[in-house]
């Protein structure tokens, strides 16, 4: 079934989310010779197109075999594919990946199975593999994963043992996007006064009552700065504050976007009293590229 996949040849990683979609063509040596990226979320996607567009990518990216990461294996993308347990390791979810056919895998996803803490993640697993196959992150520590859904991980022994979900990003583009705080936020987050404010009044036990503090400032003309870097600063120092205490003050690892990251590692810095500490950070591209590569060595 796998046999094409096996060696040193080129291969196609996908990483299939809601809204976006980035594909490369992976060389030999794990580095990218070509990739394309789109608005062909899954959402964006009829049942049956999925098919199709896998066919398309191939005809960008090359005839090569293929795997594919994310939102791909949901109930709402191309075949469902069944979580794996944690603790999760490279070994326990390469042998779970679901063959399409000899070319098309698609990988599973992680579940945290607790009645207390149920959680799931799709696409951040292949990262967390990619950074420890690269040697980017020891087998015992903390890993924060910016993004729509942040994902704070604990790993233990170069396994997935537990994780938690905050809908940070989310929340940051409903705001700006549906809510009446919208005119206040245009433009992009970015670390610097504004967002640093937002970080301070994260301390407070309801940082959410702080929200309509941006609209109020506009109204009443009131100096207020930087609209979508305070809530950034306020809504990602909070979900800090929460991850550093579960952590017990450990420092995380940081996989994302670089904008992410930087944002991330202000408001870590920020809530440790440290201004000049800068957490590791790796990119998340990067990663889930690593991460695939990993999963095909498993077969080897």
Sequence with gaps: MIGSLIGKGPFIAVDWGTTNRRAWRVGPDGVAEAECEDACGITALAPGDF?????MLRETLGDLPMLLGGMIG??????????VACPADARAIAEAIMWIDPQ???????????RDAPDVM?????QIIGA???????????????GTHAKWVRLCGGRI??????????????LGEHSILAPQMEGKARAGAGFAAGVVASAECDPLGHLFAVRAAHLLAAPMIDGPGYVSGLLIGAEVRAGLRTSGGEVPHLIGRPDLNKLYAAAIAQV???????????????AFRAGCSAL???FA
């Design 51 to 55: 098919a199709g567009q896998v066919a």
């Design 74 to 83: 949901s109930n709402r993308g191309w075949r469902e594919t069944p979580y």
């Design 104 to 114: 098309t895998g698609i990988i599973p996803g992680v579940a945290q199975e607790r």
């Design 122 to 126: 799709r696409g951040e697993e292949v």
């Design 132 to 146: 420890l196959a690269s040697g980017l992150v020891p087998e015992n520590a903390t890993l924060c994963l910016p």
């Design 161 to 174: 043992a537990g994780f938690s979900t905050w809908m940070t990003g989310e929340l940051f583009a409903l």
């Design 272 to 286: 440790q009293g440290n201004p000049a500490a800068s957490p590791p950070a790796m990119d998340g591209n990067a």
């Design 296 to 298: 095909l060595r498993e």
